[in-house]
């Protein structure tokens, strides 16, 4: 199962059909673009998060979890160094 978005949404798209009466391109761009816009604020939210979290994460919180720890670690620094160019 989906969770619909503004680009799936089926009124969303028969509101934005270029069969549909008062059709703008214009509109369509300017509302794609504010999309675009709130997700790279999301995007820069959670990377702001996962920083501050790498941050005050020194060690491992238990010895015998250390495996865990050091794969999400990674993870969460392999992440980060992917979306770098997000912020």
Known sequence: MSTPT???DAAWAKSFSPKTPGFNMRDLACTLEREL?????????LLEALENLCD????????TRRDQW????DKA???????EGAK
């Open 56 to 63: 005050e994460q020194n060690d491992a919180p238990l010895e």
């Open 37 to 45: 816009a709130t997700e790279r604020a999301n995007v820069r939210l």
């Open 6 to 8: 503004p680009r799936t």
């Open 77 to 83: 620094r392999a992440a980060l160094a992917a979306t």
């Open 70 to 73: 050091q794969a999400a670690m």
